[in-house]
């Protein structure tokens, strides 16, 4: 949250691009904590308010402007520490900038936006620790002060030991750890006060010194302290040489480690979600340009069998059934990059997890034995029924397996929640924005999966099986994630899984969509398209098969390549245009750009938007418009024909 608050940290963010800049401000809003916020744009008012004031926290992109930001970091060296960020971040500067004193250099993108305030946090407290560390060597430096007092001034626990590990001097922080004086401790054995031991322990670095004659360091867990701690034994000689004592050193370390301990949980859950993004716009990108493909398969396909004979129909038959699996392929992809169709209806979810259990219970090994709490009440969701069913189906599945050839049970559970802010987080450790949620929850007493796998669950054709054996698990992510829900994971060998699926009870349904057109009785006819479609798309196949197509149902076809000549071929010629097909990606003016254009110029004509991706994108821009619709590539002529009928019946 931001405050006014002066003792709150005062954070500099020093960004010229409005949007990462509004982002990271949100992160903060959103954060736990309190903070003072201030944002500048160039690096001149940077140095000008460095020189009147001292943030706690600087965070700026590397490439400014007005310059690059190693001056600012040498500038703030030892005032506060300095987070870069930079949009094409590269290794040569990453180790330049933080030799020059940067506490962290990080890739620009929303993950990192949202979890700067807990990496800010995080360098907060690694500053205090490295200025109180600073401090404690400028306090050991000073030789002006009398060692009895720099001796009982170090807050680490300091021993005087001789080589029989008896105790002859210890500092007033020893001392007081363990409710003593340092008078008490002289006489008594070193590892029966810190280790509560009546024998040295293996690690002993005071054993390993009399046997090498160096100083010896290492770090351990002390339990009866409870706290990690890092020793140091350094030999003390006598005027011959001779090794007679060390200097027994145990500095607590309990909070660094901790720190550490979360920093890398916060990169690790950091690393998989932009590992999962990274294969989300893998999949998505060449889902999307082979629905391109298969639609001009596909329809090529349709017009060849009206004109071959019985064997060329069955072999284009055959051609066709194919290119339909890749196009189902292309939809799971989709799917796990979250850029899948969706037909928004409402779903009663106990009803269909009911119909699930009751379907896949009979096909299940009788060693599986399922539990389905059931409750009375339970508010509808909004989301696609269809894609809602396959993650049910997944996760079941999925359990029932795990239990393998032993008795075990997969228990359902459905719920209403209503999460606050910071309540819950996902399986990557972000959290779940607050608000009320239908709670889908499927367990099982299977095998259980060790870290590894539960980092790799998600991955698209990962299994623990012979084989990876296709998108299922994978697909659920983007479900989940296009309903605007959460999903949650706990597992661990011999422990079981659970999963929780949490949707959103605000999801709002998208605009219309082609739908498949029923079939048709015998003997009826297809009834045949009139007038004039302006067909817009980049590719030139494309443009032909959708031509071909459109004339094939009785439409005249004019074409356009790009948006831009869509919207000046509608000016010149918008009375002799009854409708607009467009694809979505297009150069120079896209789908969504020119549909805008060309509303500016009639509300009346229907435009039909095309894609090989979802309609995630034109959803907030066609929902409320009666005369549009989207269809997904690769469409099946009877899908257009369908949606284009409806919209010109609209239109008349």
Known sequence: MLSDNPASPAILLIENDEDAAASIRQAFEAAPDAYRFLSLNNLSDAYAYLELNSPDLILADYLLADGDNNALVAKAFGICPVILLAAQPNARTAVTVIKAGAQDYLAKSPDTFASLPQLGRLALKEWLILQERRKIQEKVSQGKREWENTFDAVSDLILIVDTNHTISRANRAMAERFGLSPADLPGRKCYEVFHQRSTPPHFCPFRRLMASGGEQRQEIEEKTLDGFFELTASPLYDLQGELVACVHVAREITERKRTEEERLALEQQLQQAQKLESLGVLAGGIAHDFNNILMIILG?????????????????????????????????????????????????????????????????????????????????????????????????????????????????????????????????????????????????????????????????????????????????????????????????????????????????????????????????????????????????????????????????????????????????????????????????????????????????????????????????????????????????????????????????
């Open 300 to 652: 090529h396909c349709f017009l060849a069998k009206d004109d071959g004979d019985g064997d060329q129909r069955a072999h284009l038959q055959q051609i066709e059934l194919a290119a339909s699996r890749a196009a189902d392929l292309c939809r799971q992809m989709l799917a796990y990059a979250g850029k899948s169709p969706l037909v928004q209806t409402r779903v009663d979810l106990r009803r269909l997890v009911q119909e699930m259990v009751d379907m896949l219970r009979s096909a299940m090994k009788k060693n599986v034995s399922f539990e389905f709490e059931e409750v009375s009440a339970l508010p509808e969701i909004t989301g696609d029924r269809a894609k809602i069913q396959q993650i049910i189906m997944n996760l079941i599945v999925n359990a029932a397996e795990a239990i393998g050839e032993h008795a075990g049970t997969v228990t359902v559970e459905l719920s209403s929640a209503e999460l606050f802010p910071g309540q819950e987080a996902d399986f990557l450790g972000n959290p779940i924005p607050a608000g009320p949620y239908v709670c889908l929850k499927v367990a099982d007493t299977g095998c259980g999966m060790d870290d590894e796998t539960r980092k790799r669950i998600f991955e698209p054709f990962f299994s623990t099986k012979f084989a990876g054996r296709g998108l299922g698990m994978s697909a659920i992510i983007g479900i989940v994630k296009s309903h605007k829900g959460a999903l949650q994971l706990r597992s661990a060998p011999g422990s079981g899984t659970v999963f929780k699926v949490y949707f959103p009870l605000s999801a709002a349904a998208g605009p219309e969509m082609a739908a498949p057109r029923p079939a048709l009785a015998a003997g009826e006819r297809q009834p045949s398209g009139q007038g004039t479609v302006l067909l817009v798309d980049d590719e030139a196949a494309l443009r032909e098969i959708g031509a071909r197509l459109l004339e094939g149902m009785g439409f005249t076809v004019l074409q356009a390549v790009n948006g831009r000549e869509a919207v000046r071929l509608y000016a010149e010629r918008r009375s002799g245009i009854d409708l607009v097909l467009m694809d979505l990606t297009m150069p120079d003016l896209d789908g969504i750009k020119a549909y805008r254009e060309m509303r500016k110029l009639s509300k009346s004509v229907p435009i039909v938007i095309c894609s090989g991706y979802d309609n995630n994108e034109i959803s907030a821009t066609i929902s409320q418009d009666p005369l549009a619709g989207f269809v997904s590539k690769p469409y099946r002529p009877e899908q257009v024909r369908q949606l284009l009928m409806r919209l010109l019946k609209k239109e008349l």
